[in-house]
């Protein structure tokens, strides 16, 4: 089944303790990209890459890293965690980027940061 | 930058009525992409219909059709025959044609929350 998979679905932790989102889809996507769900602002753009080892920053990208050594896996990483990275995240994935077609979503990751 | 702006937090339809959700967006390009999004308490997001600039005629799925008004930049969402499981968020997105780097994002809405009642 064509998919994209995230994980955790839930997460509670700590100011300043390391933690990784992993997201993993298995359509041979080029496109991959972080999204934070926020009530009131909708989804933001983190961050994005057009194909391994190409990653860039979208609208909200301080406080995250990411990577993509395959082409299927894109990590969001926060160092150093902090309590208005509290939120509703979301990884997804195009084949291509800049077309009509629909982008892949995972299932999200509820993060709370204490 | 583009930006997309719905105005409506909250909407309540009846059942089997039809609702009409706003959305309208800002930008200078030509050729764009516009899609709505679904998202129910599962969180899980759906794409319910998606319009293509360059097109004159307003896509339809079932029960779902837009009404794309390109000199007025809206792009509203009509759900006929309204169903309990139409019960969602649902998000308006831009997403430019132009394949490089930031052009290839979703720009979201902050999202409209419909309420289907019996």
């Known amino acids: 089944e064509a998919q994209v998979t995230q994980n955790p679905r839930y997460l509670i932790t700590v100011t300043g303790k390391k933690l990784t989102v992993t997201c993993s889809q298995n359509?041979?996507?080029?496109?991959m990209s972080w999204y934070r769900q926020d009530p009131g602002l909708g989804l933001r753009q983190i961050y994005y890459s057009m194909n391994v080892e190409v990653t860039d920053k979208g609208d909200v990208p301080e406080g995250y890293k990411v990577s993509r050594k395959e082409k299927r896996n894109f990590p969001l990483i926060l160092e150093s965690p902090s309590p208005n990275q509290t939120s509703l995240y979301f990884c997804a994935s195009s084949l291509r980027p800049a077309t009509n077609e629909k982008l892949f979503f995972g299932s999200g990751t509820q993060l709370s940061v204490l | 930058a583009q930006t997309v702006t719905q105005s409506q937090p909250e909407m309540s339809v009846q059942e089997a009525e039809t609702v009409t959700l706003s959305c309208t967006y800002d930008t200078s390009e030509s050729d764009y992409y516009l899609f709505w999004y679904k998202q129910p308490p599962s969180r899980q997001m759906i794409l319910v219909i998606r319009q293509e600039a360059y097109k004159q005629q307003n896509a339809t799925e079932n029960r779902f059709s837009v009404n794309f008004q390109k000199a007025a930049k809206s792009f509203s969402l009509k759900i006929s025959d309204s169903q309990l499981g139409d019960a969602a968020m649902y998000f308006c997105a831009y997403r430019r044609a132009l394949n490089t780097g930031t052009a290839s994002k979703l720009t979201f809405g902050t999202g409209t929350r419909l309420q289907v009642t019996l």
């Open positions: 359509m041979n996507h080029e496109y």
